[in-house]
Nanobody, 121 residues
Framework: QVQLVESGGGLVQPGGSLRLSCVAS????????MGWYRQAPGKQRELVAS???????EYTDSVKGRFTISRDDAKNTAYLQMNSLKPEDSAVYYC???????????????WGQGTQVTVSS
């Protein structure tokens, strides 16, 4: 059973920084893409950043230059460094990963439970 667990959310003032972490645990053969999504109240869940094999990160336009996605495959962990935070960044942030649990099983998507990020003075 694969699980994704996020941490690092919280309350921060505008202009501040937070670093989110997402640890994948359980039976894992290979991790393909890892990414971060967010969902604000009354809005659809949106992709914030994604990273495939530690190459060519992709970001939604509103976070380019402020957020950085990275991963440590030795630790099955993805990170989202968020700088210059704005009130509009407030949302529940979800980790997403495309994982092949074993050699004989197909890869599929997994989601974390989410971590709240609130940017407010």
């Amino acid at each position: 059973q694969v699980q994704l667990v996020e941490s690092g959310g919280g309350l921060v003032q505008p202009g501040g920084s937070l670093r989110l972490s997402c640890v994948a645990s359980g039976t894992i053969f290979r991790i393909f893409e890892m990414g971060w999504y967010r969902q604000a109240p009354g809005k659809q869940r949106e992709l914030v950043a994604s990273l495939y094999n530690d190459e060519d990160p992709e970001y939604t336009d509103s976070v380019k230059g402020r957020f950085t996605i990275s991963r440590d495959d030795a630790k099955n962990t993805a990170y989202l460094q968020m700088n210059s935070l704005k009130p509009e960044d407030s949302a529940v942030y979800y980790c997403n990963a495309n994982i092949q649990p074993s050699y004989y099983r197909p890869r599929r998507e997994y989601w974390g439970q989410g971590t709240q990020v609130t940017v407010s003075s």
